[in-house]
């Protein structure tokens, strides 16, 4: 893969994503999925861990100040990104992972932009789950746990399962892939209790 440069080291992008979200939230949010993209990384584009880092960073930058209008996010994070300096290719594989909401967006086609895809929504679901436990811990967290709240779609209602399951008919992994993957990403930082927490 060729060197992919974010325009923007990683404390500047987490500037960025701080002045434009209050909430403890969507800061631990865009850190998860940021943690998350690093270690795909490390097994499919080791040289560009840092780009991959700074896309799940940044990839909810304008959901907090604009969550109204679905349609129209990542639309508002472009300009927001290019003033601080961030590429096209940052850009753009932030959008791509709203090409569900907003057909006009680039739709994912870099294996980074699938997985951001198939995981950003699964991270908040396992999220959720996790803080349902008496460990409140990643650690002791398996598929089959996850799936049961997969099926119930009143758990996490606003997660959507057909991103999910989208995302990960993208990369060819059937779900079950897809999920201890993303488990065991979400495993290789450790989230524990004091990470996780109920949205307000």
Same mark, same amino acid.
């Given at each position: ?7 923007? =080291? ?18 631990? !949010? ?28 940044? !990839? ?5 100040? !604009? ?24 850009? +753009? ?29 699964? =991270? ?36 959507? +399962? ?19 993957? =993303? ?9 524990? +209790? ?7």
């Amino acid at each position: 893969m060729a060197a992919l440069s974010a325009g923007m =080291t990683r404390d500047a992008a987490y500037e960025l994503l701080a002045a434009h979200n209050k909430d403890p939230f969507h800061l631990e !949010h865009g850190e998860t999925a940021e943690q998350t993209m690093r270690y795909f990384a490390r097994e499919y584009d080791p040289e560009n861990e840092e780009f991959w880092g700074i896309v799940g960073l940044l !990839h909810d930058l304008d959901w907090e100040e !604009h969550d109204d209008e679905p349609e129209l996010h990542t639309i508002y994070a472009a300009p927001l990104i290019e003033e601080a300096g961030g590429t096209p290719e940052l850009i +753009r594989a932030i959008q791509s992972h709203t090409s569900d909401f907003n057909p006009e967006l680039p739709k994912p086609e870099l294996q980074m932009e699938k997985i951001l895809f198939a995981t950003e929504e699964l =991270t908040g679901l396992i999220g959720a789950a996790i803080v349902m436990r008496p460990s409140k811990s990643v650690m002791d967290f398996n598929v089959k746990s996850l799936k049961k709240k997969y099926k119930d779609k009143r758990f996490a209602a606003g997660v959507s +399962r057909e991103v999910i399951a989208s995302g990960a008919e993208m990369l060819g992994w059937e779900l079950d892939e897809l999920f201890a993957r =993303t488990i065991e990403a979400m495993q290789s930082f450790a989230p524990d +209790r004091d990470t996780f927490q109920p949205e307000a």
